[in-house]
């Protein structure tokens, strides 16, 4: 039984092109092996598995996956090396240089890859795997250790949400503190009638520096 079998069972494959009709794309054990030797990183086996069962595509909730054997479809959606080449050319420093990404999703700035040093199972080739360049997260953001983990507790099981309702309630409550020192600072403006001299205030989000003077 392969690692994929029961999530098929559970999922309705449609395979379509832009026209409606049937158009299955699955990549071969060469284009899979094609990637590895252009790019030098050995792709995790659940994966590979996943590629030759499912292909590229997109689950209902906007997840995107990408694998390698499609560079003639200009879509970086779809081809993973094309895909990697698309963002290594806009992001060539920085952070997120060594990660492969793989996977996008939609009404979601942002990238999940792997981090070829962060190696999870060596028996299997599994690494780490990362949210990269997220729209409300700072730096790589570890969400789990292998793939198989990755789509079945991240994707389906809720992991995703979990995370960002707690990356909510984390905002939610700097809201709240940044409120509380705002109203204790305008009590405090209000009680003396003045700024100290000198003294340099900084507004929330650091939008705008107010500098302090006398005012009587």
Request: glycine fraction near 10%; include cysteine.
């Amino acid at each position: 039984m392969g690692v994929w079998d029961d999530l098929k069972k559970r999922l309705v494959v449609i395979y379509v092109d832009s026209m409606g009709s049937d158009k299955v794309l699955k990549p071969k054990v060469k284009d899979l092996d094609h990637f590895e030797r252009e790019s030098g990183f050995r792709l995790p086996d659940d994966y590979r598995e996943f590629a030759r069962m499912f292909g590229p595509g997109k689950f209902d909730a906007g997840w995107k996956f990408a694998t390698p054997g499609f560079p003639n479809i200009k879509s970086y959606d779809v081809d993973l090396a094309l895909l990697n080449h698309q963002i290594q050319s806009q992001k060539a420093t920085g952070l997120y240089q060594n990660f492969f990404r793989f996977c996008g999703k939609e009404d979601f700035q942002g990238y999940w890859g792997w981090n070829p040093e962060d190696v999870t199972d060596p028996d299997t080739h599994d690494y780490g795997i990362y949210l990269l360049m997220g729209d409300r997260y700072d730096g790589p953001h570890k969400v789990a250790s292998t793939f198989h983990v990755f789509v079945i507790s991240y994707v389906f099981g809720g992991g995703f949400e979990r995370q960002e309702e707690g990356r909510k309630k984390k905002k939610k409550g700097q809201n709240e503190k940044r409120g509380r020192n705002e109203r204790a600072w305008r009590t405090e403006l209000a009680r003396t009638h003045q700024f100290r001299p000198g003294y340099l205030l900084t507004y929330r989000f650091n939008v705008a520096r107010w500098r302090g003077c006398d005012v009587g």
